[in-house]
């Protein structure tokens, strides 16, 4: 089972008719988007994985989300968390990229998406927290798993995300401060990360009432991490 599909079990049916009326959409549409949104998150990941630091950095970060449930979670601590998971994995400005070639791939305004995707991180990064806890992996049993994770995105979706990662990442994750240097664990420093200029906002249609068991949808915003790789606060 991948984690899509264990994304879309938690989430059941009420979720998915929520995230459904929070794109304007029916289910089957809503699948997709969650299936492109999911996919652009865990190819992000395997990316910031493919650096051995980089993977034993988002293993001890896994372990704050072992006991998180996202599924039914406060809303403001989930859409903080979920972006905070994004400044590391994709970086601010890499985010707001994401989100303009999600919607142009779905049909589904940007600004919906950009509060699509701080709710999906925080599930992303607690199913594979479990996984990762249940089958005892290190890091570099975790990069695989992910690289396993990235390939199995129906062949021509894993096209159009790779091209979306490509251009986000440039030839590779850089090395800066962040997970990449062992000197600074980034998921435990606090510090402030200023947030870049915004390209594109939060403007899509209001959200339902809810998202899984319990999770509202909440404007999007929230902090803006630096560019993929680096420190920032608390994932």
Do not use: C
């Not at 865990?42 to 599924?71: I, S, T």
């Not at 400005?93 to 070639?101: D, I, K, L, R, Y």
């Not at 990235?150 to 997970?179: H, T, W, Y």
């Not at 990449?180 to 959200?207: A, C, L, N, Q």
């Amino acid at each position: 089972m991948t984690l899509y599909d264990e994304l879309l079990a938690g989430l059941g049916d009420s979720g998915l008719e929520q995230i459904a009326g929070m794109l304007g959409s029916d289910t089957l549409t809503a699948r997709k988007v969650i299936e492109a949104v999911s996919g652009t998150i865990v190819g992000g990941l395997a990316r910031n994985a493919e650096h051995p630091d980089g993977a034993d950095a988002l293993l001890g970060a896994l372990d704050d989300h072992m006991d998180a449930d996202p599924f039914n979670g406060d809303v403001a601590s989930l859409t903080r968390d979920g972006h905070s998971i994004l400044g590391h994995v994709l970086g601010g400005q890499g985010t707001e990229q994401a989100a303009s070639g999600l919607s142009r791939l779905a049909g589904v305004d940007s600004g919906t998406i950009m509060k699509l995707m701080p709710l999906i991180a925080p599930m992303i990064m607690s199913l594979l927290a479990g996984r990762a806890a249940g089958r005892g992996m290190d890091p570099g049993a975790l990069a695989d798993d992910l690289d396993r994770e990235r390939s199995s995105v129906p062949g021509g979706l894993g096209e159009l995300l790779d091209g979306l990662l490509g251009d986000i990442f440039g030839g590779g994750v850089p090395r800066q401060a962040g997970p990449y240097e062992p000197r600074i664990d980034p998921y435990r420093t606090e510090h402030e990360v200023p947030p870049p200029s915004r390209t594109s906002g939060p403007s899509g249609p209001s959200g339902p009432s809810g998202t899984g068991h319990g999770v509202t949808p909440a404007a999007g915003g929230g902090e803006r991490g630096a560019a993929p790789g680096t420190a920032s606060p608390d994932w």
